[in-house]
């Protein structure tokens, strides 16, 4: 039962102290036994098994040694579950930065890229403590789903050379256009050893995803080709040839290459890694929280970005960010807070000092073959599938998202889309407003017989504690979509139905319907009825377009007959006006 003094704490404005609290220390002190430490014990070996490859490959594949992969995920990771706002947020390099870790090395080299992390660490910094991390939502769902899908296919593309075991007569080029043509004539050099290891890999990840979900696939697929590789002798390019295997320890750590004039040649690509480092993170904590029924606190997730790209980048990784597919692995795995990810660090660690040695006999097919199913699983394809059907509006911000993303800029892309997204929100908005010539505003005051369908007030609906109704009003699009946090949130406390009424809702947006479906999908794993009332039809037509149908909510009409519904009571008649 809610008391008094917890109603007074939710109203205060929290401190400074309480924002920027790392989840370690709200984790210990809601009590840590030995039991939540087995249970981080198991999370952190299984994430950390995940990531062994995952980081090595990530790393080659943005033109740099694999062991600053693992440092990136032994440093940043450690650093991200040691202040981080998440419970449950592994960090390490992630795909999603590829293209702009590739582009950086080409034009300004290793100690480029190393600035430029540094830099983006301290703007992670800066933009946590002056709470900037709240506006990171306010980027539109198609926007999102845009540029991860641009992603997702030039890391595909990157990976073609290595799939195929192509040789190249010079240097690969950075642009898609050019490096499509490029690896095209490279075709008859194809090596068919390194093909098959590559099919080899891919086939084993599908078919453990299939076969034994719980079992760690793409370590299996990668040490299996490696062994394939050595006892058979294959003549294949391997981690060996191409960089003679990775050092056994962590480097000491050192300040990269500094001068004023390197600091403004590299300061685009660090607003690049800060906007999509701070992008990244924030959806992957919203993964957990939706998985968990948790909060995470944002703005400190920022600050704990930031302090893992510094360290990163003192040790020479590359850039850190909450990694959503590891995450989601480590809540998965049952992990109870962010010992789990110190733990996978740890244990990360653990394997560079002791079996280091045996990273030289992988080959590069193998890790290829490991991005080629990132890829694959980060394009959304049904989501870009329902994008592209709910509007003409969102397929035109997700094509000009993906399309700059791909053929020009991640951070054009970002800017494009979201400029787009606005102007198409100002025109539903002016489409969308009607004039009324008697009660135009909904607050006017009303005469009691002017509502035909009143019925007497009932206390109980307004205190029975197993049915929650919220009502949202106005606009509800992508600057608005974080309001259902809350419903989220209560949600958590288990009630028997919840109730959303959206008659005051005159026009929905493509974030807000994709928020709608988390919430409904988060309802009925929690055995929660779902309601939707008064939706009118453009708002309905939106959100059946995103997946919000039977079964899994409820549409009603009225509100009053989803309450009684919920309820399990007829529902009531309407009465004639009061006295």
Same mark, same amino acid.
């Given at each position: 039962?809610?008391?008094?003094?917890?109603?007074?704490?939710?109203?205060?404005?929290?401190?400074?102290?309480?924002?920027?609290?790392?989840?370690?220390?709200?984790? %210990?002190?809601?009590?840590?036994?030995?039991?939540?430490?087995?249970?981080?014990?198991?999370?952190?070996?299984?994430?950390?098994?995940?990531?062994?490859?995952?980081?090595?490959?990530?790393?080659?594949?943005?033109?740099?040694?694999?062991?600053?992969?693992?440092?990136?995920?032994?440093?940043?990771?450690?650093?991200?579950?040691?202040?981080?706002?998440?419970?449950?947020?592994?960090?390490?390099?992630?795909?999603?930065?590829?293209?702009?870790?590739?582009?950086?090395?080409?034009?300004?080299? *290793?100690?480029?890229?190393?600035?430029?992390?540094?830099?983006?660490?301290?703007?992670?910094?800066?933009?946590?403590?002056?709470?900037?991390?709240?506006?990171?939502?306010?980027?539109?769902?198609? $926007?999102?789903?845009?540029?991860?899908?641009?992603?997702?296919?030039?890391?595909?593309?990157?990976?073609?050379?290595?799939?195929?075991?192509?040789?190249?007569?010079?240097?690969?080029?950075?642009?898609?256009?050019?490096?499509?043509?490029?690896?095209?004539?490279?075709?008859?050099?194809?090596?068919?050893?390194?093909?098959?290891?590559?099919?080899?890999?891919?086939?084993?990840? *599908?078919?453990?995803?299939?076969?034994?979900?719980?079992?760690?696939?793409?370590?299996?697929? $990668?040490?299996?080709?490696?062994?394939?590789?050595?006892?058979?002798?294959?003549?294949?390019?391997?981690?060996?040839?191409?960089?003679?295997?990775?050092?056994?320890?962590?480097?000491?750590?050192?300040?990269?290459?500094?001068? %004023?004039?390197?600091?403004?040649?590299?300061?685009?690509?660090?607003?690049?890694?800060?906007?999509?480092?701070? *992008?990244?993170?924030?959806?992957?904590? $919203?993964?957990?929280?939706?998985?968990?029924?948790?909060?995470?606190?944002?703005?400190?997730?920022?600050?704990?970005?930031?302090?893992?790209?510094?360290?990163?980048?003192?040790?020479?990784?590359?850039?850190?960010?909450? #990694?959503?597919?590891?995450?989601?692995?480590?809540?998965?795995?049952?992990?109870?807070?962010?010992?789990?990810?110190?733990?996978?660090?740890?244990?990360?660690?653990?394997?560079?000092?002791?079996?280091?040695?045996?990273?030289?006999?992988?080959?590069?097919?193998?890790?290829?073959?490991?991005?080629?199913?990132?890829?694959?699983?980060?394009?959304?394809?049904?989501? %870009?599938?329902?994008?592209?059907?709910?509007?003409?509006?969102?397929?035109?911000?997700?094509?000009?998202?993906?399309?700059?993303?791909?053929?020009?800029?991640?951070?054009?892309?970002?800017?494009?889309?979201?400029?787009?997204?606005?102007?198409?929100?100002?025109?539903?908005?002016?489409?969308?407003?009607?004039?009324?010539?008697?009660?135009?505003?909904?607050?006017?005051?009303?005469?009691?017989?002017?509502?035909?369908?009143?019925?007497?007030? @009932?206390?109980?609906?307004? #205190?029975?504690?197993?049915?929650?109704?919220?009502?949202?009003?106005?606009?509800?699009?992508?600057?608005?979509?974080?309001?259902?946090?809350?419903?989220?949130?209560?949600?958590?406390?288990?009630?028997?139905?919840?109730?959303? @009424?959206?008659?005051?809702?005159?026009?929905?947006?493509?974030?807000?319907?994709?928020?709608?479906?988390?919430?409904?999908?988060?309802?009925?794993?929690?055995?929660?009825?779902?309601?939707?009332?008064?939706?009118?039809?453009?708002?309905?037509?939106?959100?059946?377009?995103?997946?919000?149908?039977?079964?899994?909510?409820?549409?009603?009409?009225?509100?009053?007959?989803?309450?009684?519904?919920?309820?399990?009571?007829?529902?009531?008649?309407?009465?004639?006006?009061?006295?």
């Amino acid at each position: 039962m809610e008391t008094t003094a917890t109603r007074d704490t939710r109203r205060r404005k929290p401190t400074f102290a309480e924002l920027y609290t790392p989840k370690l220390v709200t984790v %210990l002190r809601e009590g840590y036994d030995f039991g939540a430490l087995r249970a981080d014990l198991v999370a952190g070996l299984t994430v950390a098994i995940v990531a062994l490859p995952l980081s090595m490959a990530i790393a080659i594949a943005s033109g740099a040694p694999p062991e600053r992969g693992l440092i990136t995920a032994i440093v940043g990771g450690f650093l991200i579950s040691l202040l981080g706002g998440s419970r449950f947020q592994i960090g390490g390099p992630a795909g999603a930065f590829i293209v702009l870790v590739a582009a950086t090395v080409e034009r300004h080299g *290793i100690d480029g890229m190393l600035l430029a992390t540094l830099m983006a660490g301290v703007m992670l910094t800066a933009m946590g403590f002056l709470r900037l991390g709240t506006y990171i939502k306010f980027i539109p769902y198609p $926007v999102t789903v845009g540029f991860t899908a641009g992603i997702a296919v030039i890391i595909f593309a990157s990976q073609i050379k290595d799939l195929l075991g192509l040789t190249l007569d010079g240097k690969e080029p950075g642009e898609f256009l050019d490096k499509i043509i490029v690896l095209g004539e490279a075709l008859p050099t194809t090596n068919f050893f390194a093909l098959g290891a590559a099919l080899l890999t891919i086939a084993i990840i *599908i078919g453990l995803r299939a076969w034994r979900p719980t079992w760690p696939g793409m370590l299996i697929a $990668v040490a299996v080709a490696s062994a394939a590789t050595a006892l058979l002798q294959l003549p294949i390019e391997t981690i060996g040839t191409r960089f003679g295997g990775i050092p056994s320890s962590l480097p000491l750590p050192q300040l990269p290459a500094f001068s %004023l004039e390197k600091v403004q040649a590299v300061l685009p690509a660090a607003m690049s890694f800060a906007l999509l480092g701070a *992008i990244e993170s924030l959806l992957s904590a $919203v993964v957990a929280d939706g998985m968990t029924g948790r909060r995470h606190r944002s703005n400190c997730e920022l600050v704990a970005q930031g302090a893992a790209n510094i360290g990163s980048a003192l040790f020479g990784g590359v850039c850190a960010t909450g #990694t959503i597919a590891r995450t989601a692995t480590n809540v998965r795995a049952g992990a109870r807070g962010p010992i789990a990810g110190i733990l996978h660090s740890a244990f990360l660690l653990v394997f560079i000092l002791v079996a280091a040695p045996l990273a030289s006999f992988i080959p590069l097919a193998a890790l290829a073959g490991v991005l080629a199913v990132v890829a694959w699983n980060m394009a959304e394809r049904r989501a %870009l599938v329902r994008l592209a059907r709910s509007s003409r509006g969102d397929a035109v911000v997700l094509a000009a998202t993906f399309l700059l993303t791909v053929f020009r800029d991640l951070t054009q892309g970002i800017i494009v889309g979201f400029a787009i997204a606005a102007l198409l929100f100002i025109h539903r908005m002016s489409v969308g407003t009607g004039v009324e010539l008697q009660g135009a505003s909904g607050l006017d005051d009303k005469a009691d017989d002017a509502n035909g369908d009143r019925v007497p007030y @009932d206390s109980a609906v307004a #205190t029975d504690p197993d049915v929650l109704v919220y009502r949202i009003t106005g606009a509800f699009f992508f600057g608005a979509a974080s309001t259902v946090d809350m419903i989220l949130e209560r949600i958590g406390g288990r009630p028997k139905s919840v109730v959303v @009424d959206l008659s005051g809702v005159p026009l929905l947006d493509s974030t807000a319907a994709n928020s709608m479906a988390g919430l409904a999908a988060g309802a009925r794993k929690n055995g929660v009825r779902f309601f939707i009332t008064g939706a009118s039809v453009p708002v309905r037509q939106m959100l059946l377009a995103h997946g919000v149908k039977e079964p899994l909510v409820h549409y009603r009409g009225k509100l009053a007959e989803a309450i009684a519904e919920a309820r399990e009571v007829p529902a009531p008649a309407p009465v004639a006006a009061a006295s």
